[in-house]
């Protein structure tokens, strides 16, 4: 991971020291970067490592065994310290490492004792032993508060990871064809994004044919394209750390039938309209509420559903179609820093438990927005489910939907003080749709 020049990395410490101030009191804070683990019954390889993200943040760096630590007593240019390990012969002659910059992690015991008798708040990857306590807990919010507007260097890189996503993605016209598996799809996508520059993906990659698109998190599989088949491709390519995170949904094949048509055209136009409601004090669940009204108000269009939008979503009929939050923050990895305000407890409402995100939108987020419409077997053939909604859903015409699948469109917005910004633009909604 390159790290943000020196001028990016003090203004992003000093706006967390504003933040982490009044919460941590005499406390001082301890990030630690994690380590490395092995790989079962092998003594020498280790998983993929990344940093904790609260630590890359602070550090700029990744930096197994790292830490930064952080005095809130101290005035702003002595406040934060970066230690690091030093390295050992064989991290240098069997992995090629050199020394990272920073204070070695020897003198960790001098920092502290040149504040002995105040409490330490440990973040990042906590050591086992240390208790969660409310100063703990509090220090976390207020850090995950402050780092989720992206500043300059962040969002270079975001647009860059959309770039390489957009690169993959140019690939799929020409791959989506009958007798190609979900697996080659992943293949051709996932490096065409590091031919692009990525430096890998940002998350398991997610590509479903048919049934498989309306398994939210599915694998890819040797499943065989069929034509006629909807195909849910949900895939973003990251660079250093920093994620996109796209989805788009194809038909295989020749033309569309009208109905998968008229679904799709359906969610791009909810996508567009949630999409324009992300302005700055908007809050989140009210746009995620609006989107899902907006489904009730097509399904009731598209002859599957009966009544008031309004009503289908208090009584959460929307979530057997739609049964996923609008979407979530995006940065250091997918999801990173979305949650709560500091203080704010969860909304009790039935139908926002599954948000990601609730709180207002700010300038300089970075959000995706991702409305879908899917026909899930395990929720559209629950008896109780079928009972609830007997009245507001027609049964005889979803029940042949089933095999049908889902469609899902997610784009990554930026949120400006003007109007969004959409990163990932440049990816088309579907080129045979």
Wanted: aromatic fraction near 6%; include cysteine.
């Amino acid at each position: 991971m390159l790290p943000p020049d020196d001028s990016m990395l003090r203004a992003r410490r000093q706006r967390v020291a504003a933040a982490l101030r009044p919460v941590l009191g005499d406390a001082v804070l301890l990030v630690h970067a994690g380590t490395a683990i092995p790989l079962p019954e092998n003594t020498d390889q280790t998983y993929p490592f990344f940093s904790h993200t609260e630590y890359a943040y602070l550090a700029g760096s990744e930096g197994e065994r790292g830490l930064v630590a952080f005095d809130p007593q101290a005035p702003d240019g002595d406040a934060w310290e970066t230690f690091v390990p030093a390295l050992t012969e064989s991290e240098r002659v069997w992995e090629g490492r050199t020394q990272a910059a920073g204070t070695l992690l020897l003198h960790l015991q001098g920092w502290l004792a040149a504040r002995a008798g105040r409490p330490v708040v440990h973040l990042g990857a906590r050591p086992p032993d240390q208790p969660m306590d409310v100063r703990t807990t509090n220090a976390r919010e207020h850090l995950r508060h402050a780092r989720r507007p992206k500043d300059a260097d962040e969002l270079r890189r975001l647009r860059e990871a959309a770039a390489c996503t957009t690169a993959g993605y140019a690939r799929l016209p020409a791959l989506l064809r009958p007798g190609v598996t979900e697996r080659a799809i992943q293949i051709e996508l996932e490096a065409e994004f590091q031919r692009a520059g990525g430096s890998g993906t940002g998350y398991g990659t997610i590509i479903g044919a048919g049934s498989n698109a309306a398994v939210l998190h599915f694998a890819p599989s040797e499943r065989v394209l069929r034509e006629g088949d909807f195909v849910l491709v949900d895939a973003g390519a990251r660079v250093d750390r920093y994620v996109c995170d796209v989805t788009r949904t194809y038909v295989v094949g020749g033309p569309p039938s009208p109905f998968q048509r008229e679904l799709h055209a359906l969610v791009a136009s909810v996508l567009h309209q949630a999409i324009a409601r992300c302005r700055p004090g908007r809050e989140w669940r009210e746009i995620h509420l609006a989107a899902a009204e907006d489904i009730c108000a097509g399904l009731v269009d598209l002859g599957l559903m009966r009544g008031a939008p309004a009503d289908l979503v208090n009584r959460e009929a929307h979530t057997l179609f739609f049964p996923h939050g609008l979407g979530h923050l995006v940065g250091l990895g997918v999801r990173d820093a979305s949650g709560t305000l500091p203080g704010r407890t969860a909304d009790p409402r039935p139908a926002l438990r599954t948000l990601r995100c609730d709180l207002p939108l700010a300038e300089g987020y970075v959000i995706t927005v991702e409305p879908g419409i899917y026909f899930i077997p395990a929720l559209l053939e629950d008896p109780r489910r079928r009972e609830r909604y007997a009245d507001c859903v027609r049964w005889d015409r979803v029940d042949p939907l089933l095999p049908l699948g889902g469609v899902r469109l997610e784009e990554n917005v930026l949120i400006t003080a003007d109007a969004p910004e959409v990163l990932t633009a440049a990816i088309p909604l579907s080129p045979s749709l």
